[in-house]
């Protein structure tokens, strides 16, 4: 495996990593689960807070909304499932990329 191959792989796992604990600690402090539906709130410090927090938990959110969807609501459709896959691996992969590059900034990986 190439140096750049495991790089990404590593970014890949960070992204999924911080948007699980995110996820996580939100539920654990607000007793409810996080959702797309925090943007909703109107025109409040909590909807500019929201923003930061959804960009990098988004990518668990959206894997949870999708299985989620897939068993209760009885969706057959694997295209939508797999979309979903792409779309939040990619997702994770570009904010595991920024954490990373942040880490490297402020000296705490080589």
Avoid: C, K
Avoid at 36 to 46: I, M, N, S
Avoid at 72 to 99: I, K, N
């Amino acid at each position: 495996m190439s140096a750049d191959a495991l790089n990404s792989l590593f970014s890949l796992l960070i992204g999924f990593a911080l948007a699980g604990a995110l996820v996580s600690g939100y539920q654990a402090l607000a007793q409810r689960p996080a959702g797309f539906g925090l943007l909703q709130q109107g025109v409040a410090p909590r909807s500019f807070v929201a923003v930061p927090f959804l960009m990098f938990a988004a990518p668990f959110l959206i894997m949870r909304n999708t299985l989620l969807g897939r068993r209760l609501e009885q969706r057959h459709r694997v295209e939508f499932v797999m979309m979903a896959t792409v779309l939040s691996g990619f997702w994770s992969l570009m904010s595991g990329t920024f954490v990373v590059m942040a880490l490297r900034a402020i000296g705490l990986l080589a």
